[in-house]
């Protein structure tokens, strides 16, 4: 099941219009997409989640963003004017917030409680940040991209939102500066007029309502990069404190599968099929099995659809319940670096990354 505690169930309209989605807090709305939507490669707009720290600014779809700093040519540009200048490109990545499934991990950590919802696979267009940081002439001995966006923390002794993207990655082809999601454009919940896409990163590099890429020497000093979204070197006991310097950044998300249906349902006696999404930052899918005996047996399920790192694929696993009775099903995934999904997963102090096997129960009735 989904819900857990503190969650209530919204009517939108609020947040995008149209559908339900989970909403965790209010101000500033965070808001899950609900299990039954994983049963498909892409997620719907009006159910996808939303995730910021302080809320959107305000809808400006002319807004420049200025690409600065190490560069020979520094460049301003709107929506327009890049989409004028690049070659236009389509991408489609599951995007994952790195506290997704924070709820279920034990001991508690603080921080928003999400389940599963805090994820959802869309297609994203845009330019290739590669492209623009060539023509703005990047400098040899730049190692990162300062990023930030337009959004304004709640007084001025709290940090802004940003991100230090490592040089190597902002320059990978799949690292877009995207204006469009599933083929709309985009809305201001998610980023609009323009927001980055990192495929196979966790949610929080995908700036969003970009105004700055600023070319440096160094990673940002402040507190969104060396205290926040940071992950542990080594593995540490459940609860420890870890040093700060056994901490380095949260990039890629591991290998998961997430069981969309059934879940709580009843079923009539005959064919079952478990179906959901598996994917993994590191590396495409290389199988997903599923077990309805409580993990004593696993079998294939089928997947669908093109694999990719970052890049979510639909499985599927069917079998026939003859008689009534409860069924519990549990999937897990393998990526082709030879990655498991782990039974239950390593804590870290900030809860991220869950991607222990999901289970799910339903009712098989006469
Ligand atoms: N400018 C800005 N970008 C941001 C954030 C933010 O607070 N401000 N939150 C990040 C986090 S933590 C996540 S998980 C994703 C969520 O994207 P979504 O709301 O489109 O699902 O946006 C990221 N981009
Ligand atoms: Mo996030």
């Known amino acids: 099941m989904q819900a857990a505690g503190a969650l209530a169930v919204l009517r939108s309209g609020v947040a995008h219009g149209g559908e339900l989605l989970l909403r965790h807090s209010g101000a500033p709305q965070q808001l899950a997409t609900p299990l039954e939507y994983f049963d498909r490669a892409i997620t719907p707009s009006r159910v996808f989640f939303v995730r910021s720290h302080f809320g959107p600014p305000g809808l400006d779809r002319t807004r420049k963003t200025a690409f600065d700093g190490m560069v020979t040519t520094p460049l301003t540009l709107d929506v327009d004017e890049l989409r004028k200048s690049f070659p236009e490109v389509t991408v489609t990545a599951l995007l994952q917030c790195a506290g997704n499934g924070r709820a279920l991990h034990k001991p508690r950590v603080p921080g928003v409680q999400w389940v599963h919802g805090a994820m959802g696979q869309a297609t994203f267009t845009g330019v290739r940040l590669r492209d623009v940081l060539t023509k703005a002439g990047l400098s040899k001995d730049a190692q990162y991209l300062r990023v930030s966006g337009a959004d304004a923390p709640p007084k001025p002794t709290v940090p802004a939102f940003m991100r230090s993207l490592p040089i190597e990655r902002a320059m990978d082809p799949t ?192």
Do not use: C
């Open 175 to 366: 690292t877009l500066l995207a204006y469009r999601m599933n083929g709309e454009e985009l809305t201001l919940a998610h980023g609009a007029p323009l927001r980055l896409v990192v495929p196979g990163w966790a949610g929080d590099h995908w700036v969003k309502w970009l105004v700055s890429v600023r070319a440096e020497k160094e990673e940002d000093g402040g507190f969104f990069m060396k205290t926040a979204y940071r992950m542990p070197t080594e593995p540490i006991e459940p609860g420890a404190a870890v040093p700060p310097e056994k901490m380095k950044p949260a990039t890629t998300f591991p290998v998961k599968s997430t069981i969309a249906r059934p879940d709580g349902e009843k079923r009539p006696v005959g064919p079952q099929e478990v179906t959901g999404l598996a994917f993994s930052g590191v590396a495409p899918i290389a199988s997903v099995e599923v077990s309805i005996d409580d993990g004593k047996t696993w079998a294939k399920a089928t997947l669908e659809g093109e694999a990719g790192v970052g890049r979510a694929q639909v499985f599927r696993y069917r079998f026939d319940k003859k008689e009534p009775g409860r069924v519990k099903a549990m999937a897990r995934a393998k990526d082709k670096k030879g990655n498991l999904q782990p039974e239950s997963p390593a804590w870290n102090p900030s809860g991220y990354f869950w991607n222990g096997w999901h289970a799910v129960e339903w009712e098989v009735g006469s």
